[in-house]
């Protein structure tokens, strides 16, 4: 595969921005090699400067649900372009955009539009903070929730594959205040707060976990945890950043029919463009500025290009939910495919699958928490995630990252993802 102009660029970006890429797991160093520079992205494919074609199956980690540039939400930004490119004062679209919000995550009763989810979350524990009067959170480990100070301890995602979990930069004060507890572990989480007794603002969680891989919440999890902030007073908080109008319309919380009292959004909600949210109960809602006295704020909240390509992709979701059973039913097949060529090599593996989203550990533990997902051949992921791009299938550079199936796969493309995977694996693992 030619790559000599993504080298170039590769080359020249490392002089001016930090390890040449503007988010850390993108340079590849997970897996060896060097980033691929991309140029363009249409349905189910992402196209580098090189003339290279891949198969997406990251999709802007998450949010290209329909695949890229789907012909709605670029119609809708080119006629939002037309208006202004920022206002920094309210718009319409913006409470379009929030009523839909309210009515497909019903846990969400009030919202406010941030441009990342790694805001939406920093915004949500200020507000759980300032509603309880509380300074503590519990926070799981190997969950990543952006790289805001209270959260880069145990953290996910980026976080693990650059081997800083615990980020220098991160003051003792703030980490203090960061309690931890095992993944789908609910007696850990007990034991802190009956050794923290009043002080906990908040738990946060993601209902699925995407950052160390795709791991599920255990059967009685999300319950067990609901209960306990019930009995405690403690604001639980859903980061459906990934999760959310992805697993279901109403994200995790509807599929796993437990309610949070705050939810975090990232990207989805804006069709892939900067935006995050966050939402929930009313009562907790109004303690935001200039309702409530906890301050919160920014210029290019509610940015009406986002807002447009947002509204065009919850519109095309909440108006056919078949969508949700076609991506299941592709990723199932997927996942079928996959374990039938592991099964055939005889390598150790474990696949976790919900909805649309999956993760293949090289591991043959079952993984359910951090501790079980650092158990993997990490290595060899990397020999795989080579193999698979240079038979044209662009994999998420990291063993802990989680994978994204748009609706742009089709039955025909699936079969080819399938071939490749068994074709990477006779190499790897044969
Ligand atoms: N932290 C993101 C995945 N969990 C990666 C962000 C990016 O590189 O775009």
Not at 201 to 230: F, H, Q, S, T
Request: glycine share 10%.
């Amino acid at each position: 595969m030619n790559k000599s102009t993504s080298k170039s660029l590769f080359d020249n970006a490392k002089k001016h921005i930090p390890g040449g890429v503007n988010s850390p797991v993108r340079a590849f160093k997970a897996v060896g090699g060097e980033p691929l520079f991309i140029a363009a992205a249409k349905g189910a494919y992402m196209y580098d400067v090189d003339g290279n074609r891949f198969i997406d199956m990251i999709n802007s980690w998450g949010p290209m649900v329909l695949g890229h540039t789907h012909e709605k939400i670029e119609k809708a930004v080119e006629k939002a372009i037309k208006t202004s490119l920022s206002f920094g004062a309210p718009s319409a679209a913006e409470v379009e955009i929030a009523e839909l919000i309210c009515s497909m995550m019903p846990s969400i009763e009030k919202v406010r539009m941030v441009n990342s989810g790694t805001e939406a979350t920093m915004s949500a524990i200020r507000v759980a903070r300032g509603f309880t009067g509380r300074d503590k959170i519990i926070k799981m480990e190997g969950c990543y929730h952006g790289h805001g100070d209270s959260f880069l301890i145990a953290a996910g995602s980026g976080a693990i594959t650059m081997g800083t979990p615990d980020s220098p930069g991160v003051t003792e004060g703030t980490a203090k205040d960061t309690l931890l507890a095992p993944y789908n572990n609910l007696t850990v989480v007990q034991e802190l707060i009956n050794n923290n007794k009043d002080e906990i603002a908040a738990i946060i969680l993601e209902p699925v976990a995407g950052n160390m891989g795709c791991v599920l919440p255990k059967e009685g999890y999300l319950e067990g945890l609901r209960n306990l902030c019930d009995a405690h007073g403690i604001i639980l908080i859903f980061d459906e950043v990934m999760t959310g109008f992805r697993l279901a319309k109403g994200g995790a919380q509807e599929r796993f029919g437990v309610t949070p009292d705050l939810t975090t959004m990232g990207k989805i909600i804006g069709g892939g463009m900067p935006v995050g949210a966050y939402g929930g109960k009313q009562e907790i809602m109004d303690f935001v500025s200039p309702q409530g006295p906890v301050y919160q704020a920014g210029t290019l909240s509610g940015n009406p290009i986002a807002m447009a390509a947002g509204l065009a992709m919850l519109h095309e979701l909440n108006d056919n939910p078949s969508i949700y059973e076609q991506l299941e039913k592709t990723t199932t097949k997927l996942v079928a495919g996959y374990k039938k060529s592991l099964d055939e090599l005889e390598l150790d593996y474990t696949i976790n699958q919900v909805g649309s989203m999956y993760s293949l550990f090289f591991t043959k533990e079952k993984v359910t928490d951090f501790e079980s997902a650092k158990t993997c051949d990490t290595e060899l992921f990397g020999k795989y995630f080579n193999e698979m791009l240079e038979r044209g299938i662009y994999l998420a550079p990291s063993q802990y990252e989680t994978l994204f199936v748009s609706t742009a796969i089709t039955d025909e493309l699936a079969d080819e993802i399938i071939n490749a995977n068994h074709e990477a694996l006779k190499v790897v693992g044969g």
